[in-house]
């Protein structure tokens, strides 16, 4: 018998658990549902189309619509799920014309993502205050800067500072409100974010840090944000304060919920059967600590969303957890990070030890060296690397995935200070800067 | 009592081995010697000299001379060390004025490196045939280059094509000559090398494989190479046909060899008491067949060094061994690997399953997105990944760092293809190619 899937959610997870379940089951039948008007597009990328890098919005679309009919996938666009009958077996769902129906699953899939989290500050409703989030925001803010002189971002987490260089690219004079006292606050140590503010308060960017948004100032449209009883005009406001798990429909129908997300076990099925979960609505687990965390990465969704996928379409596939390996570039600086911060490491009982060099990206006489910060953190006990932090002019990224390996091997901060790297004058130094970072930290923890 | 340190060599080895005894005894009497003008230059950046990208040789010099002050090294440059008494604990010197001097040590660091090996070719004795190893040689052929229209290079190793890359940038007519089946034989695997040999055909340079030099043809001066019957008219000639290891001195000390270079224990310590050996010279144990090796490269060198002079100078250091991570950039596409290739595994008894994965730098829709090629090889019995190797057109060195850290660790590749890494749209993919080429070699490993 035809097993039928259904998964909630067309973007990042959704995508990736329906191919994943295709390529299980050749004949199953499954439809994906999503209330946008475009399917899997890259939502990472729309701060990139608002600083002119990517051409339009639609570039963004991974998929084209041959993709849909070549995976023979029912693709159901500014539809919105209602409610789900778990015992039943069924999702009700309403299309834009309005009509209902309810459709009946065997799996499945729940990746309802996550939605902006908007602080609850005074006159937030008014207009020329945006989210980030869909391509839709993309292109309203698009829009409005398109006339604007100057834009207030608040928040400075990875998205909040890829829009401010955004604006500032643009021509609007940029200022960025953090209530954290320093940006980048859940991936960075302070004096790491110290380096990125400085960097960017060096290309133009206005930052406040410690104070919050208290109000949205203007009559219909917004004019200023009061920042800590000051007036800050802004023609543009942009508000970055991170995500919220979208865990309704999940909870309506029965699904257990962790502190914030969906729990599954490790194969991504909720406490419900025949019912997963996948992408920025789920708990994970924290490779480091082995408690639960909420990662809302890109490429957790994936990953957990092809693991549901496999599984909802009868195969077996486990997911082993998360830890939030991420990296940005702002301006033609690279910032990466992996495992936990020592401040969130102090909050999860660890005691750490940490150390940072600075060194650079290729031999000191090769032309174009830039130079590279690397800080490293360690349990104290045990001395294995726990967390990482680069601030670099060229290739962090890979270097957060070396460090990213280091830490999923359990591999001591004295195994790392003796490992094997490469070496040639154009590409990197004799003694790579990650090794010698392990070195210091040695020193360090005897 | 001081301790009284020499060390014979003062290169890569020699000047890590110094600085880590320096650091380690601040008191100790330590000596360098070598018989070459200028200390401690980059060798690796030799071709990028003769191509144009570094100004001048003097730039390759690692440290100033205040540097050795600093350290207090005793430099005895243009120096030949002509025995070495391991009894009496003397080393046998004579300088360049022809001056005669016995030292005596209490720890020795032979640090010889190696030299160029050049095959029993007819004529190689003829004017306008180099090798590439010191500064005076890069002089040479740089003087050579100015007035040539062509160039052969014999051996498309490493230094081969670096060479040949910079005579092409520099103008001349370049061919590569390889007696091997394939450019870059010792590092790659054939379909693998058959991409780089497309790419430098591509650019312009011609490449013969197969076939060897059987002739240099010429009255005092060369003006072609015999190949396989065929003349082929050369200007300039470079020989890049692999190092020896310099183990005259060590062996007539007593000094116990290998097959091919100088023995040591985890210390670094040769089998004479108090005799350290570190760099080119000397035989590694290879990490994944647990043999012994040569790596003759200058990261292997340098921690060997290290090792060594830590202990010469009463501390405590071992090194674990080598894999030949190795990295390049030729034009502008980087080349690099880790471990073994398919072929040696094959030779070393290892039955093995591969597997070649194509993707991208940067996410499809962000612009200057550009290929990059990675094979990954496994032990078929434990599914450990022994071996990559990668061409792209960035970011190809930190992720062979990132294998060669997983490869140090015994990473297996299903382990390999759900690790964590980052993404952002400027810098990477969501799925990280590394992790697709695990998810396609786990399929085939099933």
Redesign the interface.
């Known amino acids: 018998m035809t097993r039928k899937i259904i998964i909630i959610g067309a973007h ?1 997870a959704g995508l990736d658990a329906a191919s994943a379940a295709r390529k299980t089951d050749r004949t199953a039948e499954i439809t994906l549902i999503t209330k946008e008007k475009k399917p899997a597009y ?1 939502r ?2 729309l701060p ?1 189309v608002l600083g002119g ?2 051409k339009t919005f639609d ?2 679309v ?1 998929f084209p619509e041959r993709f849909y009919k070549m995976m023979k996938l029912n693709l159901l666009t500014e539809t919105t799920v209602t409610n789900v009958d778990s015992k039943a077996k069924t999702v009700d769902i309403h299309d834009k014309s309005g009509t209902k129906e309810t459709l009946s699953y065997d799996r499945l899939v729940i990746s309802t993502g996550a939605d902006p989290f908007l602080p609850p500050i005074k006159g937030r409703e008014k207009k020329g205050i945006f989210v980030v989030r869909t391509i839709d925001d993309g292109e309203k803010i698009n829009k409005a800067l398109e006339t604007a002189k100057s834009a207030v971002i608040i928040g400075a987490g990875l998205i909040g500072l890829e829009v401010a260089v955004a604006c500032l690219e643009r021509g609007l004079k940029t200022i960025v409100v953090e209530f954290l006292p320093y940006v980048l606050p859940v991936l960075l140590d302070k004096a790491m974010a110290d380096r990125v503010q400085k960097m960017l308060e060096e290309k133009g960017i206005n930052i406040i840090v410690g104070k919050g948004a208290e109000e949205f100032l203007g009559t219909d449209k917004v004019t200023g944000v009061l920042v800590a009883g000051e007036t800050i005009p802004a023609d543009v406001v942009v508000v970055a304060t991170g995500v919220r798990a979208n865990v309704e429909l999940a909870k309506n129908a029965g699904v257990a919920l962790g502190q914030k997300g969906i729990k599954t076990n490790l194969r991504m099925e909720t406490n419900i059967k025949d019912v997963y979960a996948a992408g920025d609505c789920v708990e994970s687990i924290h ?1 480091v600590t082995r408690r639960p965390t909420m990662s809302q ?4 969704a ?2 957990q969303a092809k693991v549901a996928g496999i599984n909802a379409a009868g195969g077996y596939s486990t ?2 957890g ?2 939030g ?5 702002l301006f033609e600086t ?1 910032i ?1 990070g ?1 495992g936990l911060t020592e401040f969130m490491a102090g909050r999860s009982g660890i005691e750490t030890v940490s150390g940072t060099i600075v060194s650079k990206t290729r ?5 174009g060296a830039l130079p590279i910060r690397i800080k490293l953190i360690a349990d104290k006990e045990t001395g294995k690397l726990i967390g990482a932090q680069i601030i670099g002019g060229e ?8 460090l ?3 830490i ?2 359990e ?1 001591t901060i004295k ?1 790392l200070a ?11 130094e ?3 800067p ?1 090794v010698l970072a392990a070195e210091m930290l040695l020193r360090k923890l005897r």
């Not at 990465?297 to 957790?300: P, W």
């Not at 290739?395 to 070396?402: D, F, S, Y």
Request: a negative charge; aromatic letters at 12%.
């Open positions: 990042a890259s990472c990328g990139f890098h990517i570039d963004l991974v490779l990465l890109g490429t957790t994936v990953k997911f082993i998360a830890m390996s991420w990296i940005t570039r690279e990466g992996t031999a000191d006489y090769f032309p290739e962090v990224t890979q270097r957060v995935n070396a990213s390996f280091a999923q091997n591999m195994e003796k490992a094997e790297t490469c070496y040639a004058p154009p590409v990197c004799t003694w790579e990650m």
